[in-house]
Each structure stands twice: as structure tokens, then as C-alpha cells.
């Protein structure tokens, strides 16, 4: 009886906020359940109605669920999503096989299904989930194109359920027996049913996520160690362009040294000219006023012994004749 009333309560809860906030957040919903205040898990329902000859959608619908478990027992739905052609319910014949813009709805119908296949998963496989939601609002309904088991496919593959093979792989599965395959494949109490085709696809989507990763990683690598090869190179120019300018300037240094010691030595040499030339001009006017000197005092000695001689009677009316000493030049 309580398992009726939680799911007659969670039914409620999905008519509820289909009319009011379709995409409402599990944790407003739970305003709704005052005791609901310690925890809940993420869940997600695929359900599907079977195709029907009675008026509504003739090839059935497949549809997710997507709500949260709560530790007291009770189950709120707050997103239900299907994906429609965007023109409207009111497709009939041959409009319906139309590639036309997609959207993502929900109708009171979606409270009925045929066959549920429910399981917990993770926060991030909830996140997951959504962005699919969101994304196929963008996309183009057709339906031997892309159609609402497309969608519940997609949703399926991506968090990592066995997913029925199909031979046109289209989405073209009948709403109702993609559900129920899909929930064979995956239930822990069915045997595993695995087609070879099923297990070559999944070995070689792995193979090629593995060579993916392989690659993305020799890039790495060789991006890296091109990094390193280009960073040592510049390193070795700068120490390179370093040494060269420290021996230009050492270069430099020297020259101006030795500039220098020419330039001093070439002032001392410039000195030692002008000292020797001041030396031989004062040594010449020395000489000359020696020489000066010398002749007077000879002219002197010549005047002095005339004088002597013609005291003594020489070159006078004595007859004599008077010779002076020679004169010579400075001893």
C-alpha cells in the first residue's frame, strides 16, 4: 500500500510541475516533503508507450524521467523530456516522416508507460544527462532521421549503458522494444545478451578512445620536449650573447688601457724632449757667454801687453816693433 502511495504522490509531482516549472530543480521539489531533509540520490527513468492504433502517437514514444530518491522513501520527478518535432502534435501521414525543427517536451500522455527501466546514477551523470536534454533542442527531428529513441539512445551511451544494437543504427527501434532491449541489457538479473556486432563496436570505440589518448599524450610529449629543446637553445644563445659581450667589454677595456699607457708614454717621451731641448739651448747659451767672455778677456790681455810694450819703448821713437802673444781660443 505505501508503494502505491509514494508512486500515486511522485505521479502527482510530474503533473504538478509539467504545468507549473517543467525544469524546476530537485532541491525546490523538495520543499514540497518537509520530512525530506537529509539526502537524496539522483535517478532516471526510461520509459516508453507502445505504438497504438487508437488515435495519439501511432509509432509510441520513448522518454526520460530524471528526478531524486529521497531517504524517506518518496521519488519527485522534475524534469520529464521526450523529443517532438517542433510544429506541433498535430502531424499526421507523411509531415511526421519530415525532417523539421526538433524540441524537447513533455505531454500529459508521458504519465502513462508501458515499460520503466529505472536506476540510480551519479550527480555528474545527472549534469551529464541535461546538457543532452538541452542540446536537442537545437536539433532537427526526422523520423528515420533523428526521433525520441535517438535521444533516449543517446542519453543511454552516455552513461555507459549496453545499448541494443540496431543493424541502420538511424534510431528507427520501435519506441517500446528499445526500452525493453535496453533494459534487458542492463538489468543485474537478466543474463547478458551481447550480439558479436555489439561487442566489435564496443571493442573498437575503446580501441580508438585508447589510440585517442595515446596520440593526445605523444603530442604532449613532443609539444613538451620541443618546449624544452626551443627552451635549452634560448638558454645557450643568451649564456652565448653573455660571454660574447663580456669579451667585447673586456676587449674594450683592454684597448682603452692600452690607449692610455701610449698616451702616457708618448707625454713622457713629448717630456724628455722638451727637457733635453731646454737642456741643449741652456748648455749653447752657456757656451756662448763663455765664449764671450773668453774673447773679452783676450782683447784685454792683447790691450794690456800693448800697453806694457809701448811703455817699454816698442813701436815708438825707439824702432822696436811689437808682437802680441797669439790669441787662442777658450782652453
Not at 521539489?29 to 516508453?48: G, M, T, W, Y
Not at 544494437?165 to 537478466?190: C, H, W, Y
Not at 783676450?298 to 811689437?322: M, S, V
Request: with cysteine; proline share 4%.
Amino acid at each position: 500500500m505505501s508503494d502505491i502511495s509514494s508512486w500515486i504522490r511522485s505521479v502527482a509531482c510530474v503533473v504538478l510541475y509539467s504545468c507549473m516549472i517543467p525544469f524546476a530543480s530537485a532541491e525546490d521539489v523538495q520543499l514540497l516533503f518537509p520530512d525530506n531533509n537529509v539526502s537524496s540520490k539522483p535517478i532516471i527513468e526510461f520509459r516508453a508507450r507502445d505504438a497504438k492504433l487508437d488515435g495519439g502517437q501511432i509509432g509510441g514514444h520513448a522518454f526520460v524521467f530524471l528526478g531524486r530518491e529521497y531517504d524517506n522513501g518518496n521519488t519527485v520527478f522534475d524534469v520529464a523530456a521526450g523529443f517532438f518535432p517542433k510544429v506541433g502534435e498535430g502531424l499526421v501521414g507523411l509531415k511526421r516522416f519530415a525532417i523539421t525543427p526538433g524540441k524537447v517536451d513533455y505531454t500529459i500522455l508521458d504519465i502513462h508507460s508501458d515499460v520503466i527501466f529505472r536506476l540510480n546514477i551519479s550527480t555528474s551523470q545527472e549534469e551529464k544527462v541535461k546538457e543532452i536534454i538541452k542540446k536537442y533542442n537545437e536539433k532537427d527531428f526526422g523520423a528515420f532521421y533523428r526521433n525520441c529513441v535517438t535521444m533516449t539512445k543517446e542519453i543511454a551511451d552516455a552513461l555507459g549503458l549496453v545499448v541494443p544494437f540496431s543493424a541502420l543504427d538511424f534510431g528507427q527501434e520501435m519506441p517500446g522494444v528499445f526500452i525493453r532491449q535496453l533494459k534487458g541489457n542492463n538489468d543485474q538479473d537478466a543474463p547478458l545478451r551481447f550480439e558479436k556486432k555489439q561487442i566489435d563496436d564496443a571493442l573498437e570505440r575503446q580501441r580508438k578512445l585508447d589510440g585517442a589518448a595515446a596520440e593526445k599524450k605523444r603530442k604532449e610529449a613532443e609539444l613538451a620536449a620541443a618546449a624544452a629543446f626551443f627552451a635549452q637553445q634560448r638558454f645557450l644563445a643568451e649564456q652565448e650573447q653573455a660571454r660574447a659581450a663580456a669579451a667585447q667589454a673586456q676587449a674594450a677595456a683592454q684597448a682603452k688601457a692600452m690607449q692610455e699607457q701610449r698616451e702616457q708614454l708618448a707625454a713622457q717621451q713629448q717630456l724628455l724632449r722638451t727637457q733635453e731641448e731646454a737642456a741643449r739651448k741652456a748648455a749653447a747659451e752657456q757656451e756662448a757667454v763663455r765664449q764671450a767672455a773668453f774673447v773679452a778677456e783676450q782683447r784685454k790681455r792683447i790691450e794690456a801687453e800693448r800697453a806694457a810694450a809701448a811703455a817699454k819703448g816698442y813701436g815708438g821713437n825707439g824702432g822696436g816693433t811689437f808682437t802680441p802673444a797669439p790669441v787662442f781660443g777658450p782652453p
